[in-house]
């Protein structure tokens, strides 16, 4: 989901096109705390302008981490904005390194990955261990007859490959 990809890139580009309602789709799902850029594309149509207002006052609402979102305007079919785009990632990558969270966001980003392969591996040697035995199906079953519930299930599960 969008909370993923943040989490994995640098820099989260939020797009918006005008008039379709997106602004306020963006706040209500929360998409404005990812955002490190929000970009207003098709900005030669009609409501371009209100829709990027809208965004920076959304914007000036929900944010004070000392990086101020810049709320572009692009036409990319005819690349009009672009090079200010570039130009805003670039400047938020200064801005990560300057302010020392470039670093903490790679250790953030390598925690995560380490805890989540090593999930993946405790999760299958648990697996192969009572699938061999046939210990998930009986589980599945108590569950299934209402004899367990799956919370005691998954920790009998864990017990047994201990």
Sequence with gaps: DEVEV???A?????ISVPGAGDEVQVMKAGILEIADILVVNKADQPRADVTARQLAAFLNLSRDEGWEVPVLQTVALKGQGVAELADAIDRHRAFLETSGRLEEARRHRARRQLLALAQEELLARVLASAEADGQVERLVEAIARREMDPHTAAERLIEAAE
């Design 6 to 8: 943040a989490d994995t």
């Design 10 to 14: 640098h820099t989260t580009i939020v």
